[in-house]
């Protein structure tokens, strides 16, 4: 750290937009677009999809979320294998395993205890995405990290919104299974952006 570490991130903080021309950032912050707007387009209607799809009482979206936070908490117990094989290396690949398990979730979205532990995986899968992600922003330029991290903030919200409405225009035409689908091809477009960054460091 020293004096030098923290005022050269602090000037960074207040310009966002330089943080735009550091290396990489645009293509994950594409790829963190897409990554998010998969997750609240799909978690956004799934306890609809439970209620009025499968006729399951409201109390079931709990054990829902229940499955997916012990997914997310439990992928804590396997962090150390972002470190032994890199977070640039695994990023993309970590993404379409994300994907894999969008469209095992159209498959099991007819039956209430496959897509439970379908959305166990989820939460595995999408802790690693989370995780590793704000790695690799992080990493590209440590002066400007607090401007990058903002940026990716910012991209989140946008996406939240996205996700919910551009899904939401689809769900009553198509029902839920479409919705999984869909997040498919974001999360593919994920991994392809996340392969575009370069590797900064160790990420």
Do not use: K
């Not at 020293?2 to 990489?24: D, E």
């Not at 293509?27 to 677009?33: D, K, N």
């Amino acid at each position: 750290p020293g004096v030098a570490g923290p005022r050269a991130g602090s000037a960074g903080a207040q310009s966002p937009f330089a943080a735009l021309q550091v290396r990489g950032v645009m293509p994950l912050l594409a790829a963190c677009t897409a990554f998010m707007a998969s997750f609240y387009g799909v978690y956004g209607y799934l306890g609809d999809h439970l209620h009025n799809g499968l006729g399951l009482p409201l109390g079931a979206n709990g054990l829902m979320a229940l499955a997916y936070g012990l997914g997310f908490g439990g992928a804590a117990l396997l962090d150390g294998l972002v470190d032994r094989y890199g977070a640039g290396r695994l990023l993309p690949l970590i993404f379409l395993a994300v994907g894999i398990v969008y469209a095992a979730m159209a498959i099991a979205s007819g039956s209430y205890p496959a897509t439970l532990a379908v959305v166990f995986l989820w939460g595995l899968a999408n802790h690693f995405g989370l995780n590793v992600l704000i790695m690799r922003l992080a990493a590209l330029d440590p002066a400007r990290r607090g401007a990058i991290m903002g940026l990716n903030s910012g991209v989140t919200y946008l996406a939240l919104f996205a996700g919910t409405a551009g899904f939401g225009a689809i769900y009553p035409f198509s029902g839920f299974t479409l919705l999984p689908g869909v997040a498919v091809l974001l999360m593919v477009c994920a991994a392809g952006f996340a392969a575009l960054a370069p590797r900064a460091g160790s990420a």
